[in-house]
Protein backbone atom coordinates (compact mmCIF):
# COMPACT_ATOMS: atom_id res chain seq x y z
CA UNK A 1 0.00 0.00 0.00
CA UNK A 2 1.14 3.38 -1.03
CA UNK A 3 -0.07 6.02 1.57
CA UNK A 4 -1.13 9.20 -0.86
CA UNK A 5 -1.26 12.93 0.06
CA UNK A 6 0.43 15.56 0.55
CA UNK A 7 3.26 15.62 3.98
CA UNK A 8 1.26 18.59 5.65
CA UNK A 9 -1.54 16.52 5.83
CA UNK A 10 -0.61 13.52 7.12
CA UNK A 11 1.51 13.33 10.28
CA UNK A 12 4.36 11.27 10.27
CA UNK A 13 3.38 9.11 13.22
CA UNK A 14 0.33 6.33 12.55
CA UNK A 15 -0.52 4.47 16.02
CA UNK A 16 -3.94 3.25 17.14
CA UNK A 17 -6.52 5.31 17.71
CA UNK A 18 -7.96 3.14 21.13
CA UNK A 19 -6.02 2.36 23.80
CA UNK A 20 -5.25 -0.57 23.59
CA UNK A 21 -4.46 -3.75 26.37
CA UNK A 22 -1.72 -4.99 25.37
CA UNK A 23 -1.20 -2.61 22.65
CA UNK A 24 2.61 -3.19 20.59
CA UNK A 25 3.98 -0.04 20.59
CA UNK A 26 6.56 -0.66 22.94
CA UNK A 27 7.47 -3.61 20.85
CA UNK A 28 7.63 -2.33 17.66
CA UNK A 29 11.35 -1.82 17.05
CA UNK A 30 11.85 -5.56 17.98
CA UNK A 31 9.00 -6.91 15.38
CA UNK A 32 10.56 -3.86 12.48
CA UNK A 33 13.92 -5.93 13.29
CA UNK A 34 12.57 -9.12 12.80
CA UNK A 35 10.73 -8.38 9.32
CA UNK A 36 10.80 -11.16 6.80
CA UNK A 37 13.05 -10.08 3.98
CA UNK A 38 9.92 -10.41 1.66
CA UNK A 39 8.73 -7.21 2.43
CA UNK A 40 11.20 -5.55 1.68
CA UNK A 41 12.34 -7.44 -1.81
CA UNK A 42 8.76 -7.19 -2.78
CA UNK A 43 7.74 -11.07 -2.86
CA UNK A 44 5.28 -10.68 0.37
CA UNK A 45 2.46 -8.83 -0.91
CA UNK A 46 -0.41 -9.35 1.54
CA UNK A 47 -0.53 -8.70 5.24
CA UNK A 48 -2.58 -10.71 7.48
CA UNK A 49 -3.74 -9.90 11.07
CA UNK A 50 -5.83 -12.15 12.67
CA UNK A 51 -6.11 -10.83 15.95
CA UNK A 52 -6.27 -6.35 14.97
CA UNK A 53 -6.68 -5.31 18.40
CA UNK A 54 -5.26 -2.13 18.97
CA UNK A 55 -3.72 -2.30 15.32
CA UNK A 56 0.07 -0.58 16.34
CA UNK A 57 1.92 -2.95 14.05
CA UNK A 58 -0.26 -2.56 11.16
CA UNK A 59 -0.20 1.41 11.12
CA UNK A 60 3.04 1.30 11.29
CA UNK A 61 4.22 -1.15 8.27
CA UNK A 62 1.10 0.40 6.47
CA UNK A 63 2.53 3.82 6.66
CA UNK A 64 5.96 2.07 5.26
CA UNK A 65 5.37 -0.51 3.10
CA UNK A 66 3.18 -1.39 0.02
CA UNK A 67 1.19 -4.32 0.28
CA UNK A 68 -1.45 -5.22 -2.44
CA UNK A 69 -4.29 -6.97 0.11
CA UNK A 70 -4.30 -6.78 4.01
CA UNK A 71 -6.79 -8.90 5.66
CA UNK A 72 -7.81 -7.95 9.46
CA UNK A 73 -9.21 -9.95 11.83
CA UNK A 74 -10.96 -9.76 15.49
CA UNK A 75 -13.53 -11.54 17.46
CA UNK A 76 -14.85 -8.07 18.83
CA UNK A 77 -17.19 -7.16 16.52
CA UNK A 78 -17.22 -4.06 18.62
CA UNK A 79 -13.95 -3.00 17.64
CA UNK A 80 -14.10 -3.77 13.73
CA UNK A 81 -17.15 -1.87 13.99
CA UNK A 82 -14.86 1.12 14.97
CA UNK A 83 -12.44 0.24 12.20
CA UNK A 84 -15.17 0.21 9.42
CA UNK A 85 -16.49 3.35 10.13
CA UNK A 86 -12.89 5.31 10.33
CA UNK A 87 -12.56 3.45 7.44
CA UNK A 88 -15.86 4.42 5.48
CA UNK A 89 -16.62 7.80 7.13
CA UNK A 90 -13.99 9.37 9.11
CA UNK A 91 -15.41 12.63 8.76
CA UNK A 92 -18.75 11.99 10.29
CA UNK A 93 -17.13 10.25 13.36
CA UNK A 94 -14.64 13.23 14.02
CA UNK A 95 -18.25 15.50 13.79
CA UNK A 96 -19.60 13.10 16.55
CA UNK A 97 -16.24 12.93 18.89
CA UNK A 98 -16.17 16.70 18.77
CA UNK A 99 -19.56 17.02 19.62
CA UNK A 100 -18.90 14.63 22.82
CA UNK A 101 -15.58 16.30 23.45
CA UNK A 102 -17.54 20.11 23.93
CA UNK A 103 -20.53 18.44 25.46
CA UNK A 104 -17.77 16.59 28.47
CA UNK A 105 -15.15 19.10 28.50
CA UNK A 106 -17.13 21.60 30.25
CA UNK A 107 -18.60 19.93 32.68
CA UNK A 108 -17.12 19.52 36.79
CA UNK A 109 -16.19 15.96 37.54
CA UNK A 110 -19.14 14.66 39.08
CA UNK A 111 -21.03 15.33 35.87
CA UNK A 112 -18.49 14.14 33.66
CA UNK A 113 -18.58 10.44 35.75
CA UNK A 114 -22.75 11.33 35.48
CA UNK A 115 -22.19 11.54 31.32
CA UNK A 116 -19.97 8.39 30.91
CA UNK A 117 -22.40 6.32 32.91
CA UNK A 118 -25.29 7.68 30.68
CA UNK A 119 -23.23 6.32 27.43
CA UNK A 120 -22.13 3.31 29.10
CA UNK A 121 -25.61 2.53 29.75
CA UNK A 122 -26.98 3.18 26.36
CA UNK A 123 -24.11 1.21 24.79
CA UNK A 124 -25.00 -1.68 26.47
CA UNK A 125 -28.74 -1.15 26.34
CA UNK A 126 -28.07 -1.03 22.34
CA UNK A 127 -26.12 -4.12 21.95
CA UNK A 128 -28.48 -6.99 22.49
CA UNK A 129 -30.81 -4.69 19.13
CA UNK A 130 -27.79 -3.41 16.88
CA UNK A 131 -27.38 -4.56 13.44
CA UNK A 132 -23.68 -5.48 13.35
CA UNK A 133 -24.28 -6.51 9.57
CA UNK A 134 -25.77 -3.31 7.66
CA UNK A 135 -23.79 -0.36 7.81
CA UNK A 136 -25.48 2.62 9.16
CA UNK A 137 -25.28 6.25 10.81
CA UNK A 138 -25.89 4.03 14.10
CA UNK A 139 -22.46 2.48 13.21
CA UNK A 140 -21.13 5.98 13.17
CA UNK A 141 -22.76 7.41 16.86
CA UNK A 142 -21.63 3.57 18.77
CA UNK A 143 -17.94 4.15 17.40
CA UNK A 144 -17.82 7.26 18.72
CA UNK A 145 -19.40 6.67 21.83
CA UNK A 146 -16.72 3.01 22.41
CA UNK A 147 -13.88 5.89 21.29
CA UNK A 148 -15.17 8.58 24.24
CA UNK A 149 -15.52 5.51 26.53
CA UNK A 150 -12.09 4.08 25.88
CA UNK A 151 -10.38 7.66 26.06
CA UNK A 152 -12.36 8.46 29.53
CA UNK A 153 -12.75 4.93 30.88
CA UNK A 154 -10.21 3.70 33.59
CA UNK A 155 -7.09 2.94 32.42
CA UNK A 156 -7.98 2.93 28.84
CA UNK A 157 -9.53 -0.24 28.81
CA UNK A 158 -11.58 -2.34 26.84
CA UNK A 159 -13.13 -4.85 28.95
CA UNK A 160 -16.52 -6.82 28.85
CA UNK A 161 -18.42 -9.13 31.37
CA UNK A 162 -20.03 -12.48 30.73
CA UNK A 163 -22.95 -10.99 28.61
CA UNK A 164 -20.77 -8.94 26.61
CA UNK A 165 -21.00 -6.18 28.54
CA UNK A 166 -18.61 -2.99 28.93
CA UNK A 167 -17.83 -2.81 31.96
CA UNK A 168 -14.83 -0.49 32.76
CA UNK A 169 -15.40 2.35 35.69
CA UNK A 170 -15.07 6.16 34.99
CA UNK A 171 -11.06 7.48 34.32
CA UNK A 172 -10.50 11.03 36.30
CA UNK A 173 -8.92 12.46 33.79
CA UNK A 174 -8.20 15.98 33.35
CA UNK A 175 -7.60 16.54 29.37
CA UNK A 176 -8.49 13.21 27.63
CA UNK A 177 -7.73 12.59 23.81
CA UNK A 178 -11.40 12.54 22.59
CA UNK A 179 -11.09 13.71 19.53
CA UNK A 180 -8.04 13.25 17.32
CA UNK A 181 -9.16 14.49 13.76
CA UNK A 182 -5.78 13.76 12.28
CA UNK A 183 -4.56 10.84 13.58
CA UNK A 184 -8.46 9.44 12.22
CA UNK A 185 -7.87 10.79 8.92
CA UNK A 186 -4.38 9.35 8.59
CA UNK A 187 -5.36 6.05 9.63
CA UNK A 188 -8.38 5.83 7.76
CA UNK A 189 -6.14 6.49 4.65
CA UNK A 190 -4.15 3.74 5.95
CA UNK A 191 -7.24 1.44 6.04
CA UNK A 192 -8.05 2.05 2.27
CA UNK A 193 -7.13 -1.15 0.72
CA UNK A 194 -7.93 -3.12 4.04
CA UNK A 195 -10.72 -5.88 4.15
CA UNK A 196 -12.25 -6.27 7.73
CA UNK A 197 -13.24 -9.51 9.12
CA UNK A 198 -15.21 -10.24 11.96
CA UNK A 199 -14.49 -13.75 13.75
CA UNK A 200 -12.09 -16.15 14.62
CA UNK A 201 -8.41 -15.93 13.77
CA UNK A 202 -8.91 -19.09 11.49
CA UNK A 203 -10.69 -17.46 8.85
CA UNK A 204 -8.07 -16.12 7.09
CA UNK A 205 -7.12 -19.72 5.95
CA UNK A 206 -8.57 -19.20 2.75
CA UNK A 207 -6.45 -15.62 2.11
CA UNK A 208 -2.57 -17.15 3.47
CA UNK A 209 0.15 -18.10 0.45
CA UNK A 210 3.29 -18.15 0.12
CA UNK A 211 3.17 -14.10 -0.56
CA UNK A 212 1.45 -13.82 2.72
CA UNK A 213 3.04 -12.19 5.72
CA UNK A 214 1.18 -13.20 9.00
CA UNK A 215 0.99 -11.78 12.56
CA UNK A 216 -0.65 -13.35 15.49
CA UNK A 217 -1.24 -10.85 18.24
CA UNK A 218 -3.51 -13.11 20.31
CA UNK A 219 -5.04 -12.21 24.02
CA UNK A 220 -2.14 -12.90 25.94
CA UNK A 221 -1.92 -15.89 28.24
CA UNK A 222 -2.44 -14.62 31.79
CA UNK A 223 0.54 -14.56 34.41
CA UNK A 224 -1.36 -14.88 37.11
CA UNK A 225 -4.90 -14.60 38.49
CA UNK A 226 -5.10 -10.96 38.15
CA UNK A 227 -4.26 -11.00 34.39
CA UNK A 228 -7.89 -11.79 33.67
CA UNK A 229 -8.98 -7.98 33.76
CA UNK A 230 -7.88 -7.42 30.26
CA UNK A 231 -10.38 -9.71 28.79
CA UNK A 232 -12.25 -8.23 25.72
CA UNK A 233 -14.04 -11.14 24.60
CA UNK A 234 -16.47 -12.79 26.66
CA UNK A 235 -15.73 -15.86 25.83
CA UNK A 236 -11.81 -15.13 27.25
CA UNK A 237 -9.01 -16.88 25.60
CA UNK A 238 -8.29 -20.16 27.29
CA UNK A 239 -5.30 -23.05 27.14
CA UNK A 240 -7.05 -24.88 25.01
CA UNK A 241 -7.57 -21.88 22.25
CA UNK A 242 -3.87 -20.93 22.53
CA UNK A 243 -3.11 -24.55 21.15
CA UNK A 244 -5.46 -24.42 18.74
CA UNK A 245 -3.81 -21.53 17.35
CA UNK A 246 -0.77 -23.14 17.75
CA UNK A 247 -2.02 -25.96 15.24
CA UNK A 248 -2.94 -23.17 12.68
CA UNK A 249 0.64 -21.32 13.00
CA UNK A 250 2.04 -24.81 12.07
CA UNK A 251 -0.82 -24.90 8.96
CA UNK A 252 0.42 -21.43 8.08
CA UNK A 253 4.05 -22.19 7.93
CA UNK A 254 2.81 -25.28 5.71
CA UNK A 255 1.03 -22.90 3.37
CA UNK A 256 4.18 -21.25 2.87
CA UNK A 257 3.41 -17.89 4.49
CA UNK A 258 5.97 -15.76 6.38
CA UNK A 259 4.31 -15.89 10.65
CA UNK A 260 4.98 -14.18 13.45
CA UNK A 261 3.48 -14.05 16.80
CA UNK A 262 3.97 -12.18 20.31
CA UNK A 263 2.62 -13.72 23.70
CA UNK A 264 3.64 -13.27 27.22
CA UNK A 265 6.16 -15.33 28.54
CA UNK A 266 5.19 -17.77 31.32
CA UNK A 267 8.52 -17.77 32.89
CA UNK A 268 8.23 -14.94 33.85
CA UNK A 269 6.48 -16.04 36.81
CA UNK A 270 7.34 -19.84 37.11
CA UNK A 271 11.01 -20.55 34.74
CA UNK A 272 9.82 -23.99 35.01
CA UNK A 273 6.98 -23.25 32.40
CA UNK A 274 7.31 -24.43 28.89
CA UNK A 275 3.84 -23.85 27.87
CA UNK A 276 5.33 -21.74 24.86
CA UNK A 277 8.20 -23.77 24.69
CA UNK A 278 6.38 -26.89 23.61
CA UNK A 279 3.83 -25.58 21.56
CA UNK A 280 6.14 -23.81 19.09
CA UNK A 281 8.85 -26.31 19.31
CA UNK A 282 10.63 -25.89 16.10
CA UNK A 283 9.92 -22.70 15.64
CA UNK A 284 12.28 -19.40 16.50
CA UNK A 285 11.15 -18.41 19.44
CA UNK A 286 12.87 -15.33 21.38
CA UNK A 287 12.23 -13.49 24.48
CA UNK A 288 12.41 -9.61 24.17
CA UNK A 289 12.22 -7.23 27.03
CA UNK A 290 8.65 -4.93 27.00
CA UNK A 291 6.59 -2.06 28.88
CA UNK A 292 3.16 -3.49 30.48
CA UNK A 293 1.52 -0.07 30.95
CA UNK A 294 -1.99 -1.76 31.70
CA UNK A 295 -1.85 -3.66 34.65
CA UNK A 296 -4.59 -4.31 37.45
CA UNK A 297 -2.19 -2.55 40.33
CA UNK A 298 1.28 -1.07 39.77
CA UNK A 299 3.08 -3.49 41.19
CA UNK A 300 2.24 -5.39 37.61
CA UNK A 301 3.74 -2.56 35.69
CA UNK A 302 6.91 -2.28 33.79
CA UNK A 303 9.46 -4.09 32.25
CA UNK A 304 8.60 -7.68 31.21
CA UNK A 305 10.02 -10.81 29.21
CA UNK A 306 7.26 -11.53 26.39
CA UNK A 307 8.22 -13.97 23.10
CA UNK A 308 7.99 -13.68 19.70
CA UNK A 309 7.84 -16.68 17.89
CA UNK A 310 8.90 -16.64 13.77
CA UNK A 311 8.98 -19.82 11.02
CA UNK A 312 11.42 -17.96 9.42
Not at 48 to 75: Q, R, S, T, W, Y
Not at 133 to 161: E, H, K, M, P, Q
Not at 198 to 227: A, C, M, Q, W
Not at 259 to 278: A, E, R, T, V
Request: with cysteine.
Amino acid sequence: MKIKGSPKTLSNEPRPFMKWAGGKGSLLPEFIARLPSGIADGTITSYIEPFIGGGAFFFNLAMKNGFDECHLVDINEELILVYTVIRQDVEALIEQLDSLKKEYTVLDEDKRQALFYEIRSRFNKEKSSFNYRNFSDAWIARAADLIFLNRTCFNGLFRVNSKGEFNVPFGRYKNPLISQPDLLRLDSTLLNNTTLHTGDFTLVREYITEHSFVYFDPPYRPLNKSSFFTSYAKDGFLDEDQRRLAAFFRECDELGACCMLSNSDPKNHDPGDDFFDLLYDGFTIERVLASRRINSNGAGRGKIHEIIVRNY
